[in-house]
T-cell receptor, first 118, second 112 residues
Framework: DAGITQSPRHKVTETGTPVTLRCHQT?????MYWYRQDPGHGLRLIHY???????DKGEVSDGYSVSRSKTEDFLLTLESATSSQTSVYFC?????????????????FGPGTRLTVL | KNQVEQSPQSLIILEGKNCTLQ??????????LRWYKQDTGRGPVSLTI?????NTKSNGRYTATLDADTKQSSLHITASQLSDSASYIC???????????FGAGTRLAVHP
């Protein structure tokens, strides 16, 4: 999985509790992404980072926050988990963004974290 | 609305047979189109990537085609193997900043 690890791989939690998922890369790629994957839907972007302490929202960012204090780590936090956030979460990395002349560059995905909110 | 639709949703074929998966998109503008393979319990892995000027691209037994005029792509798998059992995801990059559009995928099962 291109030097990307996610932790935990599985988590069950209760509604209203805070949850933090971690993505760690050893590729020194500048860009990191958090996606969620739900049955019947394509992967949807939650947040992404284009450098240390530089982050931006994706299409489904409500209820999620992120932080990136080091190049290699990107954290996704659910401040107060809800049942609608039950999903599989994937981290991805890329050397550059997907726009302009860099649009050909590939995103590499981690193994995923399965989160269940009861 | 930018959308990527894939068909069929699921497919069962016998080992050794060929199959073709379809992808229709309504994404504009268009920069490139990617096909990913996702094994159960794993993250997606890239198979091919094509710009609007590329009609065909192969990766071993996988051949992707692109018709930018009709906004259609297909992924053809030749001489299927049991290890081809996976979900195949079509992804369109409109060239905007980090806004890939993912299809829901086709789940392929190859039976012996």
């Amino acid at each position: 999985d291109a030097g990307i690890t996610q932790s935990p791989r599985h988590k069950v939690t209760e509604t209203g509790t805070p949850v933090t998922l971690r993505c760690h890369q050893t590729e020194n790629h500048r860009y990191m992404y958090w996606y969620r994957q739900d049955p019947g839907h394509g992967l949807r972007l939650i947040h992404y980072s284009y450098g240390v302490k530089d982050t931006d929202k994706g299409e489904v960012s409500d209820g999620y926050s992120v932080s990136r204090s080091k190049t290699e780590d990107f954290l996704l936090t659910l401040e107060s988990a809800t049942s609608s956030q039950t999903s599989v979460y994937f981290c991805a990395i890329s050397e550059t963004g997907t726009g302009g002349q860099s649009s050909y560059n590939e995103q590499f995905f981690g193994p995923g974290t399965r989160l269940t909110v009861l | 609305k930018n959308q990527v639709e894939q068909s069929p949703q699921s497919l069962i074929i016998l080992e050794g047979k060929n199959c073709t998966l379809q992808c229709n998109y309504t994404v504009s503008p268009f920069s490139n189109l990617r096909w990913y393979k996702q094994d159960t319990g794993r993250g997606p892995v890239s198979l091919t990537i094509m710009t609007f000027s590329e009609n065909t691209k192969s990766n071993g037994r996988y051949t992707a085609t692109l018709d930018a005029d009709t906004k259609q792509s297909s992924l053809h798998i030749t001489a299927s193997q049991l290890s081809d059992s996976a979900s195949y995801i079509c992804v369109v990059n409109p060239g905007g900043y980090n806004k890939l559009i993912f299809g829901a995928g086709t789940r392929l099962a190859v039976h012996p």
